[in-house]
């Protein structure tokens, strides 16, 4: 289980020969993604599905270029709890409460 596909292991094999470091991961700026002035401010999405090294990813822009993440599932975890205590009293009505919250434009 995890990222990394798995196969047969030697049982000589060091810790350091199994888990080995990722590979190093090129970023980037394609000719397409023009600088801004400065005074803007650009959001990126990162999509991707289980085990696409979205994190990864996320970790490089930060790190290279001074990235600010904003992680969505934060924000909603932060927020709902405010909204829920004592108003719901099914999972339903979770449900209900984070389709109207998540189709508005309650985080801007």
């Known amino acids: 289980m995890g990222c990394a596909p798995s196969g047969p292991q030697e049982a000589n094999q060091s810790l350091d020969e199994r888990f080995a470091a990722p590979a190093p991961l090129a970023v980037s700026i394609g000719s397409g993604v023009r600088r801004g002035d400065g005074l803007q401010h650009h959001i990126i999405f990162i999509f991707g599905g289980p085990g696409s090294q979205k994190g990864l990813v996320i970790e490089e822009l930060i790190h290279r270029f001074g990235f600010v993440a904003i992680s969505v599932e934060d924000i ?3 927020y ?13 009505d979770i449900q209900k409460m984070l389709k109207v919250c998540c189709l508005r434009n309650w985080c801007i």
């Open 76 to 78: 909603i975890f932060n």
């Open 80 to 92: 709902l709890p405010s909204k829920v205590a004592n108003t719901v009293e099914t999972i339903s």
